[in-house]
T-cell receptor, first 116, second 110 residues
């Protein structure tokens, strides 16, 4: 299957700093990428839909100024957690859809963020 | 709003058993249904994708079926192995995004 690479796989930062996570589709172009947050032993919570060349669509309750999403090219989307706080500590995962609405979803390896 | 339910939440079986995982969804106007596997602390690995016009897909020891009209899908795992131990999630795609179930955590005992 297609490959989606996520980086970094884990990051530790101090409270108040910003952290950027990258999501790349390595062997296909993705007009749409998705960002999720996952708490321990829970399913994925969709945070936002990232559309190439346009603004991201955020799910209800997700602060767009807190979680900045940029999808500048067909192979790269970034999530920046701004002014991180300990409650932002979580597992963040991205996915990319190959093709249009009925295309297969491929996931990155996830990024573990710990805010001290 | 699409809702996806997976039953059971957890399942423990001895090695070699055949097993079935269930996924149900409330809105049948879907583009596709996808089954994933997630190992602890990892991302999701795509197992099978069933388009809305299809009834089933097979890959190795895995077989997934889709009954769109009744809003159900099953994932059949034949001759289970300890390496199959993981959380299995189903996701249905409609309205431009996918909705995930909470998953079934499978433990296959040697």
């Amino acid at each position: 299957g297609a490959v989606v690479s996520q980086h970094p796989s884990w990051v530790i930062c101090k409270s108040g700093t910003s952290v950027k996570i990258e999501c790349r589709s390595l062997d296909f172009q993705a007009t749409t990428m998705f960002w999720y947050r996952q708490f321990p032993k829970q399913s994925l919570m969709l945070m936002a839909t990232s559309n190439e060349g346009s603004k991201a669509t955020y799910e209800q309750g997700v602060e767009k100024d807190k979680f900045l999403i940029n999808h500048a090219s067909l192979t790269l989307s970034t999530l920046t957690v701004t002014s991180a706080h300990p409650e932002d500590s979580s597992f963040y995962i991205c996915s990319a859809r190959q093709g249009m609405w009925s295309g297969e979803l491929f996931f990155g390896e996830g990024s573990r963020l710990t805010v001290l | 709003k699409q809702e996806v339910t997976q039953i059971p939440a957890a399942l423990s079986v001895p090695e070699g058993e055949n097993l079935v995982l269930n996924c149900s969804f409330t809105d049948s106007a879907i583009y596709n249904l996808q089954w994933f596997r997630q190992d602890p602390g990892k991302g999701l690995t795509s197992l099978l994708l069933i388009q809305s016009s299809q009834r089933e897909q097979t890959s190795g020891r895995l077989n997934a079926s889709l009954d769109k009209s009744s809003g159900r899908s099953t994932l059949y795992i034949a001759a289970s192995q300890p390496g199959d131990s993981a959380t299995y999630l189903c996701a249905v795609a409609n309205a431009g995004k996918s909705t995930f179930g909470d998953g079934t955590t499978l433990t296959v005992k040697p």
